[in-house]
């Protein structure tokens, strides 16, 4: 199989991986909007796959990252090692998403990439001080300061329209949610931003590895196009269906919090997005909806459902580099092996469609990080309903006991 072919294959895988992201991932941006009314899910899904478009638009710094600064060398590197690395993240990313496990498209991506060129190259390849400034830093602060931004946005918000009980929207409080249009494009506009970038750093990184660019200190415009409808036609296609379950799991969200979480969520990822971070969008996301429901006065933390999403977190990007770097191994062999990997990883691909298909409308399959992070915070008024009903069982069991005696 010649270089060329495999540099075409591998821009098809880049940009398949780009459409899953973006019925993966983009769905975060209107979970809030869609919970408090605000926007109806087709509009909301609509309105994403536009923003997600325009965001690719507006910057190619972390493009540059993943085609220059994360491997140390990438005119040295085969195209073959980069379609191990797709096919890697492509996998765990339809696997965790077809399980409902909580996980990150962008953290599957780069663990693809670092396990492939792991494989073949050695340590060495991976250029990993920029790894950890670029990638492990960001991963870990931002979704910290998402949510102290949301959690002051919130109070602040409380604070304005005090009112004296919990329903009482003689404030105008519920008219937050007009805000929630604006600030939910901007989440979708952020996540074009940052996360289509990746899929154009990717292609860059082939195009160089196949000689056919020079260098990767720059992305081409077909790039940027293809990069751009590839994830906006993956929301228009998929978000719907993630979204609809996602709103149902936040319920409880306020306008008020929606708002502030939204734009704690864009103002986060835009400014990473222009410093050359690579963010994961749902981990920032879930960040803001935490700092926003704790914001909320009655707000509590279940910490056993934290640290089932943060451990998802933690897992997906060694998870990937595992994946890619056995698929290294395999297209290793040769011609063969590179035939082998792509049939197996196509017929994983189906498969795991026809059966979400066949289960669309049940919480097992269709399960989302975002609404696993919604229930992290309970309100004040679960926290009555829980005690009431707990009360209520307690009382029912006493009856029962003195009627057998």
Not at 327 to 338: F, K, R
Request: aromatic share 6%; glycine share 10%.
């Amino acid at each position: 199989m010649d270089s060329l072919t495999v540099v075409v294959l591998v821009i098809a895988l880049a940009l398949f991986f780009d459409f899953t992201n973006g019925f993966h991932d983009t769905a975060n941006a209107m979970a809030t909007p869609i919970a408090t009314g605000a926007l109806k899910p087709r509009t909301a899904v609509a309105i994403a796959s536009v923003m997600n478009l325009l965001g690719a638009f507006l910057s190619t710094a972390v493009a540059t990252m993943i085609s220059v600064s994360m491997i140390n060398d990438a005119s040295t590197l085969r195209p073959e090692i980069v379609f191990a690395g797709l096919t890697g993240a492509i996998l765990w990313n339809l696997t965790t998403w077809f399980l409902g496990l909580p996980s990150s498209s962008s953290h599957a991506l780069f663990g693809g990439l670092i396990g492939a060129v792991i494989a073949a190259v050695g340590f060495g390849g991976v250029n990993f001080v920029a790894v950890i400034q670029k990638v492990l830093l960001p991963a870990v602060f931002a979704p910290l300061i998402a949510g102290l931004a949301a959690w002051l946005a919130t109070r602040l918000a409380y604070a304005i329209t005090k009112r004296s009980t919990e329903d009482d929207l003689s404030t105008g409080r519920g008219r937050f949610r007009y805000g929630q249009i604006f600030s939910s494009s901007l989440v979708a506009l952020s996540h074009g931003t940052n996360d289509a970038q990746k899929t154009m750093g990717v292609i860059t990184l082939v195009l160089v590895a196949g000689g056919i660019q020079k260098d990767g200190g720059h992305v081409e415009l077909w790039v940027v196009l293809a990069a751009a409808l590839a994830i906006a036609l993956g929301t228009f296609s998929g978000g719907w269906r993630i979204i609809k379950t996602m709103g149902k799991g936040l319920s409880e969200v306020k306008p008020a919090q929606g708002l502030a979480a939204e734009v704690a969520t864009a103002a986060t990822i835009l400014a990473s997005s222009k410093l050359g971070f690579a963010l994961s969008t749902t981990q920032v996301a879930s960040g803001s909806i935490i700092g926003s429901g704790l914001g909320r006065k009655g707000g509590k933390v279940r910490w056993g459902k934290a640290g089932h999403v943060v451990i998802g977190w933690l897992l997906t990007l060694p998870a990937a580099a595992i994946v890619g770097a056995l698929s290294a191994t395999l297209v290793d062999l040769g011609p063969a092996g590179i035939l082998i990997d792509a049939i197996a990883t196509l017929g994983v691909v189906i498969a795991i469609f026809q059966i979400a298909r066949r289960n669309a409308v049940t919480h097992q399959t269709v399960a989302s990080e975002m609404e696993e992070a919604s229930e992290v915070v309970i309100t004040r008024k679960q926290q009555a309903a829980a005690k009431k009903l707990a009360s209520a069982q307690a009382k029912a069991a006493s009856k029962n006991g003195k009627g057998k005696k």
